[in-house]
């Protein structure tokens, strides 16, 4: 383990946390409007279509149905892209994480690899999936580690 590091606690990580989880909403919901008037641009436009010809056209809907599942697929992987780019970044942290000025390392203090980065991500997604509480493990370690940490071998401290 690194040497004269503070290790980041739960309430740090956890307003860290929340904070990551807004941004996301944000995104979400931004390119959900996005998505959604898309949708309708390209409905107007061939509803004019079917006006002219009088034939339904069933390209609408492949096109609609593209579109909404190309928005839920960016839905479900977009906090794990997020959240892996940035811990394998440089900057070693989130954008939450670097609002608090704490930021996850190995435990040599080194930068997590993308695959380390996603491990220890997709973990903390199944975490979270099952039982929120299991966030708490970091309370009761006395290196602050929660499941995911321990997998990977990291730690979060204090910038």
């Known amino acids: 383990m690194m040497q004269n590091v503070r290790l980041a606690g739960f309430a740090k990580r956890f307003v860290a946390y929340i904070i990551d989880r807004i941004i996301v909403l944000v995104g979400f919901f931004s390119i959900g409007y996005m998505c959604y008037h898309s949708i309708e641009s390209i409905r107007e436009s061939f509803k004019d279509l079917n006006d002219i010809t009088s034939t339904p056209n069933p390209l609408i809907d492949i096109v609609s149905f593209l579109i909404g599942a190309s928005f839920l697929f960016f839905l479900l992987l977009s906090p794990i892209i997020y959240e892996v780019l940035l811990t394998a970044s440089s900057f070693q942290a989130t954008l939450g994480k670097r609002i608090m000025r704490i930021k996850v390392v190995k435990e040599n203090g080194q930068t997590l ?26 309370t009761f370690d006395k290196k602050d580690q929660n499941l995911h940490d321990r997998a990977v071998n990291t730690l979060v401290i204090e910038e």
């Open 113 to 138: 690899s993308k695959q380390e980065a996603l491990g220890r991500t997709l973990l903390k997604a199944l975490t979270s999936l099952f039982c929120f509480l299991l966030f708490l493990v970091c």
